[in-house]
């Protein structure tokens, strides 16, 4: 829990979350248009989409499957009777002037997640519900000077829009909520989560209270489209509404919107309550009944889950929570960690993976598939270390040969010539010459024990750094104490 700390004591932040996730489908909701991102405005638009006169809707059966498919990996129930309905409002892309939506039966019941917070704590938040509904199309007012164009593209596109109950209280649990909501669908399937195209989309509703009073007046802060702009949203927000009240003012419940150029919420406009909608059921659509063994098919289609996976990893590989729960997150990342580190050292290709590699993509920016090291030449990487081919120091010079070229680590090594020296008699020369050239260090180290790493450094350093440290060290043992 986050209080803030105003003129008159300390204030609790209420927080609930509706996230719209478009449906990964290639059709739309309701009729065969489709829905790739990025294409020229108004080509992806149907008779239905665009509401000619006498269209009917027709239910895309996948569109069904997906909602299911999440509801189940967020451990809700699913309902086998649902309706769809009518919400009506006017807006200049929104051809039918109403959206078919889910009021009162909708597909998804209650279900819950589990957020991961600093400290390795967790925190249960329940879902109230997920429906399923149409996209309106988009008003782009920046085309013109004094004209609005519209384009339908988007319009009818699945969403599900999943909403929270109001069980977070701080930016930070709201962020983690995101979070882990954006890793369930994707590893789901169910929508790619990319924010930044709009395809997951995020309203916000803030309320403030006295720690154990009643629930507050809320306001809702619209399309909120990444994470960091989620809690910059909550935390001006939340200020904002502690300085009104300490001041003598009252909340108004509203929809706002954060202008993250500023970095503040402001008024859009008076709240609507369900009533303003008219919503009814769209005569056009006949109740959405579906059978249990429909439901029971899908469940068992279900991959494994982020927290399913974070556990078990940390059981196989012996990992920490935290590192588990980095390398979980991404549903890529999770599989290309298991690749390396299948049948090896979990704890060495932990270090491995969120040590170099990381710092390598973040370094040239660049995501794990883009990566010019596999995870198959990672593994390889470790199993060389492992059965002393090379030595540590080698392994570094060898993963950035590996970033520039690409190539497996085994054949570099003997391209390279860096075959860990593992010859007795050529390390004892080696070191034998160190010792004869530096008499006054050997003096040094007969007063002084802690001088032994300077030999073993100029052993090293003498065999290009290839030689094998536990060999060196054993060698030289013998002869500086002999």
């Not at 001041?247 to 402001?266: A, C, M, N, P, Y």
Request: aromatic share 6%; with cysteine.
């Amino acid at each position: 829990m986050s209080l803030i700390k105003g003129e008159t004591g300390d204030w609790e932040i209420v927080l609930g979350l509706e996230v719209h996730a478009q449906v990964v489908s290639n059709a739309k909701l309701f009729s065969g248009a489709p829905t790739a991102f990025g294409a020229d405005p108004n080509t992806q638009v149907s008779l239905v989409d665009a509401a000619m006169p006498g269209m009917l809707p027709v239910i895309n059966e996948y569109c069904v499957e997906q909602a299911v498919r999440t509801g189940l990996g967020l451990n809700a129930k699913i309902n086998l009777r649902s309706v769809f309905d009518r919400k009506n409002y006017f807006y200049a892309d929104l051809p039918q002037g109403y959206q078919i939506s889910q009021y009162k039966d909708p597909i998804v019941g209650e279900g819950e997640i589990e957020i991961d917070l600093d400290g390795g704590k967790t925190r249960t938040v329940g879902i109230e519900r997920l429906h399923l509904e149409q996209d309106a199309g988009k008003s782009l007012h920046d085309q013109h000077p004094s004209q609005t164009y519209v384009d339908l593209n988007r319009a009818g596109v699945a969403l599900m829009e999943i909403v929270s109950k109001p069980d977070m209280r701080s930016a930070d649990e709201a962020a983690a909520y995101l979070a882990k909501l954006r890793s369930i669908v994707r590893y789901l399937g169910t929508c790619d989560g990319n924010m930044d195209e709009g395809s997951m989309r995020c309203d916000v509703n803030v309320s403030v209270r006295k720690p154990g009073d009643a629930l507050g007046t809320r306001c809702e802060i619209k399309n909120v489209n990444s994470i960091r702009f989620v809690k910059q949203a909550i935390e001006y927000e939340a200020r904002r509404q502690v300085e009104i009240i300490e001041g003598g003012g009252k909340i108004v419940q509203e929809t706002r919107l954060f202008d993250s150029g500023r970095g503040e919420t402001r008024s859009m406009r008076s709240k609507e309550e369900a009533h303003d909608y008219r919503y009814f059921p769209d005569p056009d659509l006949l109740p959405l009944v579906l059978k249990q063994e429909f439901v029971d098919g899908i469940r068992a289609s279900l991959p494994e889950l982020p927290d399913a996976r974070k556990a078990r990893f940390m059981t196989e590989y012996g990992l920490t929570p935290y590192d588990a729960g980095v390398l979980v997150a991404e549903k890529e990342t999770a599989a290309f960690f298991e690749t390396v580190a299948k049948g090896r050292d979990g704890k060495e290709a932990v270090k491995l993976v969120t040590g170099d590699f990381f710092a390598m993509l973040n370094r040239r920016g660049l995501t794990i598939a883009e990566s010019p090291i596999s995870a198959e030449h990672l593994g390889k990487l470790l199993d060389l270390q492992a059965d002393g081919t090379i030595s540590g120091r080698i392994a570094k010079d060898l993963f950035v040969a590996m970033e520039e070229t690409g190539k497996d680590p085994a054949v570099l090594v003997e391209e390279r010539g860096l075959k860990q020296v593992t010859d007795t008699g050529a390390i004892e020369a080696a070191a034998k010459a160190v010792i004869e050239a530096n008499p006054d260090k050997l003096a040094a180290y007969k007063a002084k024990p802690t001088m032994f790493g300077w030999f073993v450094g100029q052993v090293m350093k003498t065999t290009g750094g290839k030689a094998n440290p536990k060999v060196v060290n054993e060698i030289l043992k013998k002869m500086l104490d002999g």
